[in-house]
């Protein structure tokens, strides 16, 4: 993942799709079953102070991003919404539905380089060492 605003402001990794299975809580069973797959490629972002992650990226105003796979959410089109580049929940754990996510130990770094209200480019790509 990279961050441009006229020059690169951060990159990183994060992860894009969602976690492999869903928690007890969420009814268990493949996430896939309930959430789409962020493609790969550019978004508009926007750095908002979120209700659970603090400062964080919104892609595209909150509105449709595209999804690599069908999403069960929006009855199988190809798109996500309300999509937030956060933080793993745990060490160990992504706990996203489908955002883009960055390692724990990533975040306060990658989360300082952030300016609340910034307008950004994003560009969400797969590095030579992934498949």
């Not at 489908?98 to 989360?111: A, D, I, N, S």
Request: glycine share 12%.
């Amino acid at each position: 993942m990279a961050i441009v605003d006229g020059h690169l402001r951060a990159a990183g990794p994060c992860r894009t799709f969602p976690n492999h299975r869903a928690p007890k809580s969420k009814g268990g069973g493949l996430w896939s079953a309930h959430y789409g797959c962020l493609a790969l490629g550019e978004y508009d972002g926007r750095v908002v102070n979120h209700r659970k992650y603090g400062k964080c990226v919104l892609l595209n105003r909150g509105g449709r991003c595209a999804s690599e796979t069908p999403n069960p959410r929006h009855n199988g089109a190809l798109y996500l919404a309300e999509v937030f580049i956060h933080s793993w929940h745990t060490e160990t754990w992504p706990g996203s539905a489908g955002c883009p996510t960055v390692p724990r130990l990533w975040w306060p770094c990658f989360q300082s380089l952030l300016v609340l209200d910034e307008h950004c480019r994003v560009e969400l790509m797969r590095g030579p060492q992934c498949r």
